[in-house]
């Protein structure tokens, strides 16, 4: 792989992530948006990550598949301990560790 | 408070939680891209310079799959987007702030460090040396996470039978259990989510998560503003 062309895409993925990062704090500082614009807003990321969750959860090679599929199951556990904890630490490592010992034992 | 002092041992136990949490994802992401091809020093200055854990997982799996570096860079600003809000979330409380420090602050604003000091914020504590030092530390752990990844890389054979595949949707799972406050937002995180997946079964991969974006985050906003008339 040619690490200039990866240097340059890491360049560019630096840049489209500290505009939406800096903008908002600069330019609103000073000054308030109307109720509706907040409120949806306010949706956004929970949309955000379960649109790029559930996908990789249910899916499998573009189609649709729960039995055989070790992240499925693994999510149910972490989903149980994120809501009762809320700890990222204890989340990641039962979910891994949910998903390693499914393929050890039943792969 | 706003310049009141703070030291370093505080930022530390402010940073303990979010930090065990960075661990696994950074590691995961270094080995991920080290598989993929990356060099030591790619994945270090990704790591430094885009520091979004999601995006650099999705980006690190694109490359292995050879799609063209504009895809990727599309695709981390779609993914991206949402920091929008939390960047217009915490504009109140920068409103004293020089324009610099605003610059610098938003450099390193994650979902993490968005959840810990919008807790903070919300408490009163404002303290700004308190909320760089949160922001570095934060910082050097995912770099560092991420470097002992890559260097772990080539002794690890495989990632699979250590389950660190899982290591994103894990994290986005510990995300969503902070993010969705009531009944309407797992409303509409159940929504977007089965449009996303419908619509990447009907093939349209590259607009998916966006499409479902908007749509929840709209119906979320129209039934709000429909219970509260």
Not at chain 1, 21 to 50: C, D, G, K, N, Q
Not at chain 1, 75 to 100: C, D, H
Not at chain 2, 108 to 120: G, K, M, N
Request: aromatic share 10%; glycine share 8%; with cysteine.
């Amino acid at each position: 792989m040619d690490q200039t062309i990866v240097f340059m895409t890491i360049a560019g993925m630096c840049a489209v992530t500290y505009v939406p990062r800096a903008l908002p704090m600069l330019a609103l500082a000073s000054r308030s948006m109307p109720a509706i614009v907040i409120r949806w807003l306010s949706f956004i990321p929970t949309a955000v990550l379960s649109a790029l969750l559930l996908p990789s959860l249910v899916l499998q090679e573009g189609a649709v598949s729960v039995s055989h599929n070790e992240f499925f199951w693994a999510a149910i556990p972490a989903f149980v301990l994120a809501v009762l904890t809320r700890s990222f630490f204890g989340t990641v490592a039962l979910g891994m560790a949910v998903v390693a010992g499914t393929r050890f034992f039943l792969m | 408070m706003e310049n009141g002092t703070s030291t370093w041992s505080e930022a530390f136990r402010r940073v303990a939680p979010l930090a065990m949490g960075y661990l696994p994802v950074g590691v995961a992401f270094g080995v991920l891209a080290q598989k993929a091809g990356l060099s030591d020093l790619n994945v270090v200055l990704m790591s430094l310079l885009v520091y979004a854990g999601s995006a650099q997982l999705i980006a690190v799996g694109m490359f292995a799959a050879g799609m063209p570096p504009l895809t990727i860079v599309v695709t981390t600003f779609v993914v991206n987007l949402r920091h929008l809000l939390m960047s217009a979330a915490l504009a109140p409380y920068a409103k004293s702030w020089r324009l610099r420090e605003m610059a610098a602050f938003s450099f390193e604003l994650t979902d993490e460090t968005f959840a810990v000091h919008s807790t903070r914020f919300n408490d009163g504590d404002v303290r700004k040396p308190l909320s760089f030092r949160i922001n570095m530390l934060a910082h050097c752990v995912w770099t560092l996470a991420s470097w002992g990844g890559a260097l772990a890389g080539s002794t690890i054979p495989d990632v699979k039978p250590l389950g660190m595949d899982f290591a994103l949707p894990a994290m986005f799972i510990a995300l969503l259990a902070m993010q969705a406050k009531n009944g309407l937002h797992w409303l509409v995180a159940g929504f977007s989510g089965l449009v996303a997946v419908v619509l990447m079964q009907a093939g349209l991969d590259q607009w998916s998560v966006i499409a479902a974006t908007v749509l929840g985050a709209t119906l979320g906003t129209g039934v709000e503003t429909w219970t509260r008339r």
